[in-house]
């Protein structure tokens, strides 16, 4: 007999087992919450969620790059995912997301060298000028997660004297180890024994590791080198 379904304040439960649990944070004016510069997309999208029991569900979603952490909209509340690990895939934007120890990564190359990337950043204290157009700054970089949003109650608007530096990374699955990168240095030290090749290829495409498209361009040609 197929398993009744029901929606509850907590989250969704069959036959009494609770799949996903969402927690609420204060609710924020929808129009506030477009082109953020600490969320991945423009604005809130609707994607499709496969959980890894086979169940599929709806929500309209955006990554929060700070916490990394899939947030959603629902009857006006920002709530966030509070168990990831129960979810196979998110399909958001036309794009694709899996979930792993911290956060979501984005699958940019699916093949035997799989890229990811790790969209994330980080809040920094903006600085004061001091004279002689030099800058105070009174922390270095950090979460500033206390300020940005207690557990269980994100607040996505980035406090006025903070800005958001991106901290993105990069990482290739290679024989079930994940290989991480960010700049074309890191890059070659993983493929040693194809640094000849991957070093003229970067010098002649002119590869940009700050480009994602140029770092697609990249891990593509490298699986053509392991064929």
Do not use: H
């Amino acid at each position: 007999m197929e398993a009744k379904r029901k929606i509850s304040g907590k989250g969704i439960v069959i036959t009494g087992i609770i799949l996903v649990f969402f927690i609420p944070a204060r609710a924020q004016n929808l129009d506030t919450l477009q082109n953020l510069p600490n969320l991945l997309l423009p604005k809130f999208t609707r994607g499709i969620v496969r959980m890894k029991n086979g169940g599929i569900n709806s929500a309209i979603l955006n990554y929060d790059l700070v916490g990394q952490r899939m947030v959603f909209l629902q009857r006006n509340l920002t709530l966030v995912l509070d168990k990831p690990q129960e979810i196979d895939t998110i399909f958001l934007a036309n794009r694709t997301f899996v979930p792993f120890e911290k956060g979501f990564y984005e699958i940019l190359v699916k093949a035997p060298l799989t890229l990811f990337k790790e969209n994330k950043c980080y809040l920094e204290l903006k600085g004061t000028p001091i004279g002689f157009g030099a800058i105070s700054q009174t922390t270095g970089p950090s979460y500033i997660q206390q300020i940005y949003g207690p557990t269980g109650a994100i607040n996505l608007m980035v406090p006025f004297n903070y800005k958001v530096v991106d901290d993105s990374e990069y990482w290739i699955r290679r024989d079930g180890s994940m290989l991480r990168f960010s700049s074309r240095k890191q890059f070659l030290r993983n493929f040693p024994e194809r640094a000849q090749e991957l070093k003229q290829y970067i010098r002649r495409s002119k590869t940009d590791f700050g480009k994602t498209e140029d770092v697609v361009a990249l891990v593509m040609y490298l699986n053509e080198l392991y064929r």
